[in-house]
């Protein structure tokens, strides 16, 4: 008797039970860190899941926290979902700032009903163009979209600083940030005492835009069977080259929404640490929500819930704040082995 690997994808409604299963094999592998700085896992896997639901203050930070990774989050699915492998996002988040501080800025005068769509408007194009090039690349010459999305994040980052330092450094307190934003352009608080803004229902919107978009049309279907098998779906008459750039100009507009929600409804300026990295955090968000929309919902929450739990923790028991960043880098380690491991089966031979 002997035992045969087969390529045998599981079932897709097995699929939720192998992000359940990395779930918990994180926290026990998370578990033996928690052991080594001293404090019992349970007391901190209470502080990291349970407490911050029962305070209503740190039920907002939830909130406001899930706002920027759930945008980048569906900007990350969308590319992935057509094969286009996008690892800029926190560029095309930067880029939507940039685009946002400006126009928020020189929305002096102007009603909010004008102000905010046009900030909006404004870091969606902007993210779009960020992206434009290495889609280019990606769709007539095949140069590698991960390591032109990945090297273009640096590239932003460095023409934010050189701004910031430069012609848009604040002339008022002379630091390293861009003028405050007209209190036009500023989002509305969606809960009083709270920094929940607008941009929670920006990015609900944009959610539910792109599960319609890749559930419900002929485009989005034709992105999916891109990212399924590309030579079949052009071989079925789909425009290949034109979805792949419009999958990715899609998906850095709404990554920059990510920074204009950044920029109206928190900072109300441009910072060259905007962003803690919400571009990067937008790909667990997705992989760990298997690039459903309804998964990157609820994986954006649930990260949030342990960032911010991170913090009571932190605080109660003494445990390192960056226990919610190590949470994060194993589940998207352990989550991507569960995920390959399930398209394959092993078969007994006699």
Partial sequence: ??????????????????????????????????????????????ELLINPLTRTGARADILMMATPILLTGIAVAVAFVAGYYNIGAEGQLYAGAIFAAWV???????????????????????????????ALLKAYLSV??????????????????????????????????????????????????????????????????AWW????????????????????????????????????????????????????????????TLSPGFGYTGIIVATLGALSIPGVFISALFLSLINRGAISASRELSVPIYLSDIIQSVLLLVTLAALLLSQYRIRRER
């Fill in 1 to 46: 008797m002997s035992f045969k690997i087969e390529r045998v994808p599981a079932p897709v409604w097995m699929r939720p039970l192998f992000i359940v299963l990395a779930v918990i094999i994180t926290f026990l592998l998370v578990s033996t860190l928690v052991l080594a700085a001293g404090a019992n896992p349970a007391s901190a896997f209470y």
């Fill in 104 to 134: 928020g800025v020189h929305s002096e005068g102007m009603q909010p009903y004008v102000a905010i769509p046009l900030m909006l408007a404004a870091g969606f194009i902007a993210g779009m163009l960020w992206a434009l090039i290495p």
């Fill in 144 to 209: 590698d979209e991960v390591v032109t999305t990945l090297l273009l994040n640096s590239v932003m980052l460095f023409f934010v600083s050189a701004l910031l330092n430069g012609p848009w450094r604040d002339p008022v307190s002379n630091w390293p940030q861009s003028p405050t934003i007209a209190t036009s352009a500023q989002f509305p608080v969606l809960i009083p005492r709270s920094r929940v803004h607008f941009g929670a229902i920006v990015a609900v919107i944009a959610a539910a835009a």
């Fill in 213 to 272: 978009m890749l559930s419900r049309t002929r485009f989005g279907l034709e992105l999916r069977a891109i990212g399924k098998n590309k030579d079949a779906a052009k071989f079925l008459g789909v425009p290949v080259r034109r979805r792949l750039i419009a999958a990715a100009l899609i998906s850095g507009g709404i990554a920059g929404l990510a920074g204009v929600s950044e920029v109206g409804g928190i900072h109300y300026y441009l910072i060259g």
